[in-house]
């Protein structure tokens, strides 16, 4: 066995830690970070032959973890559909509160600053409170929000992975936006 050689046997010890970490940090529960960690390592067994020792083992692991989360994404955004017209029950339009030329928020509507500079304790707060909200959002709004915002995705590669159409990619950024606000707000947040 070669220094570059993997051992599957090794990985949950070596690298099941830290692939759960990451995986928590970009899902919205323990179990389905679990699953992607457990969904890592099936793939990675399944693919031990392509194994190239071209890059680390563990970097080779972030890499289908990676994938397998944008895949938990697409999944969920294909479970349900937004429809276009669900942005309330006869209350603000999008254009309301933004512009729709550029998608940015409308003068009065812009968002103030949520955190004060003594705020490590409330940034924490923050962090907590948007992952409570985000996991509210319709399952379409919370995959295209967390591609986007967290795995930074650009907005095209969004679209061909969940297949929208860029229209549809907007709108339904701009629901998840509105949504999130009003969430963090309904938290005390964003109001003077």
């Known amino acids: 066995m070669t220094p570059n050689t993997p051992v599957p046997a090794q990985w949950p010890a070596r690298f099941g830690d830290e692939l759960y970490r990451f995986a928590l940090s970009r899902v919205s529960d323990s179990e389905t970070a679990e699953e992607l960690v457990q ?8 693919g031990l032959a392509t194994f190239r020792a071209e890059a680390s083992e563990r970097t080779w692991l972030f890499v289908i973890l990676r994938r397998k989360i944008i895949d938990h994404y697409r999944r969920q955004a294909r479970a349900t559909h937004v429809g276009l017209d669900e942005i309330g029950d006869g209350g603000p339009t999008e254009a309301d509160f933004f512009v ?15 955190l004060r500079a003594d705020a490590a304790l409330e940034q924490q707060e923050l962090r907590d409170i948007l992952q409570r909200c985000q996991e509210r959002l319709p399952p379409q709004q919370e995959a295209v929000f967390a591609l986007r915002f967290v795995e930074e995705l650009s907005a095209e590669e969004i679209c061909q992975e969940l ?7 907007w709108v339904i950024v701009h629901r998840a936006k509105l949504q999130l606000r009003r969430c963090l707000e309904k938290h005390g947040l964003g109001k003077n």
């Open 163 to 169: 297949g929208l159409s860029s229209a549809n990619y």
């Open 100 to 114: 729709p030329e550029n998608g940015h928020w409308t003068g009065p509507q812009a968002p103030h600053s949520w």
């Open 39 to 46: 969904e890592t390592f099936l793939s990675a067994l399944d």
